[in-house]
């Protein structure tokens, strides 16, 4: 089974501090992407990444910046953290070796900004 | 622009049928996925079409209409841990992105 783990599932943070969020998963996936959800706005694609060091922003990357050094590993960086960033973080992974190319998700961090 | 529209709420009775309908106005369109998010978990994969018609799993099916960017997922023999969120997405451009709607909470009751 393919699994998709984040740092922490719940954080609080104070306006201004530097925020990591770490996303590993176990199966060699190529492509990973990190999503903020919010209530009645669904799922909104922040970065994602289709090979180690490769980024590409997604519809609302501003505020945030992303790592990827390893292949299974994709950190989330809040550079200075404000309140409207608070939020429930999703990470997911996919492969196209997979019947679906389907997304994997984490089970999410939700992380709050005093 | 990118829209994706499936309603907010939705109640059903237990072991009744239920269908949850979700159009989409993409600029690209490579697939469209179905997931479903208990509350507080991940959300995770429920059915894939991309080519017209219907695919069934189970109790669970879902049908795709590309010249009428319309879908839906119907869940038969509702049980009570099918009270969930059910979220609707389009692949559109390149890397496997996906656009997402804002989902729909079922809520099954007794």
């Known amino acids: 089974d393919v699994k998709v783990t984040q740092s922490s599932r719940y954080l609080v943070k104070r306006t201004g501090e530097k925020v990591f969020l770490e996303c590993v998963q176990d199966m060699d996936h190529e492509n990973m992407f990190w999503y903020r959800q919010d209530p009645g706005l669904g799922l909104r694609l922040i970065y994602f990444s289709y090979d180690v060091k490769m980024k590409e922003k997604g519809d609302i990357p501003e505020g945030y910046s992303v790592s990827r050094e390893k292949k299974e590993r994709f950190s989330l960086i809040l550079e200075s953290a404000s309140t409207n960033q608070t939020s429930m973080y999703l990470c997911?992974?996919?492969?196209?070796?997979?019947?679906?190319?389907?997304?994997?998700f984490g089970p999410g961090t939700r992380l709050t900004v005093l | 622009g990118q829209n994706i529209d499936q309603p907010t709420e939705m109640t059903a009775t237990e072991g009744a049928i239920v269908q949850i309908n979700c159009t989409y106005q993409t600029s690209g369109f490579n697939g469209l996925f179905w997931y479903q998010q208990h509350a507080g978990e991940a959300p995770t994969f429920l059915s894939y079409n991309v080519l017209d018609g219907l695919e069934e799993k189970g109790r669970f099916s879902s049908f795709l209409s590309r010249s009428k960017g319309y879908s839906y997922l119907l869940l038969k023999e509702l049980q009570m841990k099918d009270s969930a969120s059910y979220l609707c997405a389009v692949r559109s451009g390149g890397y496997n992105k996906l656009i997402f709607g804002a989902g729909t909470r079922l809520a099954v009751h007794p």
């Open positions: 997911a992974s996919s492969s196209l070796l997979a019947p679906y190319n389907e997304q994997f």
